[in-house]
């Protein structure tokens, strides 16, 4: 796509709401969302600044800063003056402020032209499934700017955030490039060429967590809601931006989408954790257990995909889905699980196509009137070159019954086996064990298959949880079985600060307990029979593992002190302590500490 040079720039100019708005240096206090989205997808912000990085910016990773704009930067006639930046970026956003308020943004590099006025839309329509993460705009390429100005009435200070790209990432992009020739060459259901993370630079983004898991029904098509106009070798720093910017500014684990695909249709791993794998994304909030999220890197309100991005898209969906199971073509139901951005209730039965569009689940516009226009013949065109689908279930996967407890720090053996239909083992196979954790299930170790199918691994345990194992094969989808509860026998030790006490004073107990838990120390003083009564229970909250307890000692004779943590068949006990409370002081006299 050619980039016209600033100084040969004209103002552009079209009718909105019956008056001329003219942009690039006049106010447009009539310009709608739509029409501003289309403008600065049609001329970008990117192409009016420089693409030339000097070497003092170059990083190995991208970097994140912000700037704080005060409500009275903004003039009577809503815009600020110019802003610098702290330093050359990338990306821009607004995490605070923007509630109920239209506010845009132009850029430049400093002493050049400005771009368009671009909308930083309020609220983000692509979400996890738990509503977690910040309520900020969706990102802006700028593509190396250093100053920006607003425009808007907002209500208060706002928080703008930038994201700078490393140039060596921006050198990668024309190597990245280069991956795409063999892409039409691959074969009809045969996993396309998609640039992985490392290639990108996500490596230098690292996920706040393991990645969770869940299956794929449907293909959700997504855009970015950013400017069009840019390069191929432009597109890795896109996607390096947006991991930073979902991640770092979001609040999210990682970048919200399981794939980006550009214009040029190159097709770029997003999240981690495995692009053959079922990896719950932020794309589609109250879908992302079921689904797989695909988006385009620009704005396709009022211009649509290009062939090539169409033709990656399809052949994506052709490999993806069928892998997990699920055909191409038809409508499947899925139960909603709700959300602020979602159009259904919780627990809402929802049928969409196995390729839909994000508006089809979520209340969002995306991914744009021409994108969702152009569904049907990506389906057609995806549709023509998929497999066909073995029905499910026609690999089996096993798990053996693991130990009901384990001892805390010890390793558990979890094995199993994983069949054909006709009892013959699949070999070579990847099986994931994963542990149910409080944002789904997280693999916690991995194995292959033997040549008889069968899979063993070990995994340490310091946790109690349930564990399932899991497996995508080819052709059946994927498999998962129950989940089965472990439990996780603590490990406790104590010790008590001497053997006698003076009666009437408490003796101090100290000790660790992993995992962290209470700790009760059972209270026994010895009869003249010789008989031990439990005369008290004390209960101790550790901090960090450790814990201190005072148990009193009221009258005089034997006690024995027995702490105890954990219940059922994980539940574990300290050797017990004796002590001795004696009347008089100087019988303490020859005392030694346990």
């Known amino acids: 796509m050619g980039r016209p040079r600033p100084s040969a720039r ?23 969302r739509r029409r501003a989205l289309a403008l600065g997808a049609a001329a970008g912000l990117s192409s009016l600044v420089s693409r030339a990085v000097p070497t003092a910016w170059a990083r190995s990773a991208p970097s994140g800063f912000g700037l704080t704009v005060a409500r009275d930067a903004f003039g009577a006639d809503g815009r600020t003056g110019v802003l610098r930046a702290p330093r050359r970026f990338d990306l821009l956003g607004v995490k605070a402020g923007l509630a109920g308020v239209a506010l845009q943004v132009r850029v430049r590099r400093r002493g050049g032209a400005w771009s368009p006025w671009v909308p930083l839309a309020a609220g983000h329509d692509h979400r996890p499934d738990s509503g977690t993460g910040a309520h900020a705009s969706d990102p802006v390429w700028a593509g190396g700017a250093d100053e920006l100005q607003l425009r808007g009435t907002p209500k208060g200070a706002l928080r703008v955030h930038f994201v700078a790209v490393p140039a ?83 609040g999210w684990n990682d970048l919200g989408y399981n794939f980006v695909v550009d214009q040029f249709g190159q097709v770029f791993e997003g999240r981690a954790g495995g692009i053959d794998q079922a990896v719950i994304g932020a794309q589609a909030q109250g879908y992302n257990a079921h689904s797989t999220g695909i988006a385009n890197i620009g704005t396709f309100t009022d211009v649509g995909q290009t062939d090539a991005a169409l033709d990656a898209m399809a052949r994506l969906i052709a490999w993806k889905l069928p892998l997990h199971g699920a055909p191409v073509s038809g409508q499947v139901v899925i139960t909603s699980a709700g959300g602020e951005t979602n159009r259904y209730r919780s627990g809402t039965p929802v049928t969409l196509q196995r390729i839909s569009g994000h508006r089809d689940g979520d ?14 013949d990506l389906r057609a065109r995806t549709a023509r070159i998929a497999p066909a689908v073995t029905p499910a279930g026609a690999a089996a996967l ?25 009892g013959s083992g699949i070999a070579g196979q990847r099986v994931l064990v994963q542990k149910q954790g409080t944002s789904g299930w997280v693999t916690v170790a991995r194995t292959d298959t033997n040549g008889d199918g069968a899979w063993s691994v070990p995994v340490t345990w310091r946790a109690a949880g349930k564990l399932r194992a899991r497996a995508t094969v080819t052709g059946s989808g994927t498999s998962a079985t129950s989940g089965v509860a472990v439990g996780c026998t603590p490990l406790l030790a104590a010790k008590a600060k001497t053997t006698r006490v003076k009666a009437g004073r408490s003796l101090t107990v100290s000790g660790t307990v992993r995992p962290l838990a209470p700790v009760h120390v ?13 005369i008290g229970t004390q209960k101790v909250s550790p901090r960090r593992a450790a814990f201190t307890a005072k148990v009193p000692l009221s009258k005089p004779g034997l006690y024995r002190l027995t702490p105890r943590t954990g219940s059922g068949a994980a539940k574990a006990s300290a050797a017990a302590l004796y002590v001795r409370a004696v009347r008089k002081a100087s019988s303490l006299i020859g005392a030694t500490s346990a």
């Open 10 to 32: 004209k103002p552009a100019s079209l009718e909105a709401d019956g008056r001329v708005v003219t942009l690039g240096g006049v106010d447009a206090p009539s310009l709608t």
């Open 168 to 250: 060596a990432t921006k050198r990668r992009g024309a190597r990245a490039a280069a991956a795409q020739a063999h892409a039409k060459a691959a074969q009809a259901g045969a996993q396309p060429a998609i640039i992985p993370r490392a290639d990108w630079g996500g490596d230098s983004v690292k996920p706040r967590a393991a990645a969770s898991y869940g299956d794929v029904q449907v293909a959700f098509v997504h855009h970015t809601v950013s400017a069009n106009d840019y390069t191929a070798a432009d597109s890795p720093g896109i996607v390096l931006s947006m991991a930073k910017y979902h991640r770092d500014v979001n």
């Open 363 to 376: 209340s969002t516009e995306c991914p744009g009137s021409m994108l969702y226009a152009q569904l049907p």
């Open 398 to 422: 096993a798990m053996d019954a693991p130990a009901t407890a384990v001892r805390y720090g010890d390793e558990l053996t979890v094995s199993g086996t994983l069949k054909r239909g006709d």
């Open 522 to 534: 059972q209270i026994e003083r010895q009869g003249s029979d010789g008989k031990w009564r439990t």
